[in-house]
């Protein structure tokens, strides 16, 4: 239920929960078998994967030259083959090639370093084959398979239902509801727990996901969402410097954060932007911090809402609330957004003074909290020195391991009982008889004359003996 609080509409916890639930239900019906079976086999597949939808990339970017991209490739693989000293001495360098973005080929690898996860999964080695393994609460379970089909479903890897792509995402999500059962599953860790899976494995994408929810975004999911209304308004705050334009407009038609803020920041901007502009935003999100959300949202209601001649199209709540639901395609483009990101001057110690601010006023107005979350950690250097990796918890794993069959032993040699004795040889001599057993010529051999000097064995004299042994070949 709204009521006015502080001159602008608020809303009670309990229904924030579900506030982006209305629009991911429209979009729902998209992911239907009818209208996915309406796709032929010459339907196009954009380079990440999607077959339609507003996120398909129409092909017009202009990709980074072969040379230049080989060039940043070899760059991130020797990062990653050394990233505490990288992270402890060279952080800058690497902020500044998450911002010139991510190889698509290392990303995946990259982002699972940045954030933490890897050595979360290193430190905790099995522990998602166990939650796997379980059953999971059932309530949960039936509001997760609710939800499989609503997630991204333009893109091949989620197109089929029951198909890999939802099942991954299926464990990954339940598993989290066994890791934290006092959080259970909120619906907008769908999207972020399935970006995840287009770019690793399942058991990277649910420590990917741990590490999200836990210490870039915590408390975002929580019974009564109430992280999530108080950056509502630290970003209501931070527009106040950024565009007093915007800001004065949303106050005076009391239009409250968490209205047109909720699904950005809960979902990461995954279901707002433009693929391309999705995955650079998330490369320097998780190197630098919830700090790169608030620049987003910041630089979209700038461009949206910061010009006068904009603001006299727009005089009343209804018609600004649907210009921030249809924001222009030209604020989303790649090159324009994460420029514009770069120079929103938000720091993080911005976001943090900004943080004690509100938190001091919603005791004020509201009393504590009721889910007191961890402290936000901002950026992947922030979380590595939280959290010293071990040597070991940081090497790189074979992304695919090949089943080679070991070679068969050789056989043991056979007893020198086994072969039946020959008959003794008789040696007749003048003086007497001797029986002579036979023995292996390469042991019993006649001596060499001794005015001759013996001739030097060579390398393939020495080969071709092995081979010529046949009781007891050592060549092999």
Known sequence: MAHIENGRQSFDTMSIRTISSSRMDDESSLGSDSEINGFTSDRQTDKYGFIGGAQQ????AQDLPPQVLRQRELKWLDMLSHWDKWMIKRFNKVRLRCQKGIPPALRGRAWLYLSGGKVKKEQNHGKFQELDSQPGDPKWVDVIEKDLHRQFPFHEMFVSRGGHGQQDLFRVLKAYTLYRPEEGYCQA????????????????????????????????????????????????????????????HLEKHKIDPILYMTEWFMCAFSRTLPWASVLRVWDMFLCDGVKIIFRVGLVLLKCMLGTREKLKAYQGQYETMELLRAIEPRYMQEGFLVREILEVPVTARDVERENYTQLKRWKKNRGELNFKSPPRLHGARIIMLAEPPRRQDLQQNPTIVLDVPEPAPDPPPPPASDPPAPPPVIIETPETTVPE????????????????????????????????????????
Not at 57 to 60: H, K, P, R
Not at 196 to 217: S, T
């Open 57 to 60: 990339t129409d092909g017009s």
């Open 189 to 248: 860790q769908a999207p972020i727990a399935a970006v995840l899976l287009m770019h690793m494995p399942a058991e990277d994408a649910f420590w990917g996901l741990v590490q999200i929810c836990e210490k870039y975004l915590p408390g975002y999911y929580s019974p009564g969402l109430e992280a999530i209304q108080l950056d509502g308004e630290i970003l209501f705050a931070l527009l106040r410097r950024v565009s007093p334009l915007a800001y004065r």
């Open 437 to 476: 057993t036979e023995t292996d010529p390469l042991q019993h051999q006649e001596a060499p004359p001794t005015d001759v000097p013996p001739a030097k064995e060579t390398p393939l004299q020495r080969s071709t003996q092995s081979l010529s042994s046949t009781d007891q070949d050592t060549y092999l």
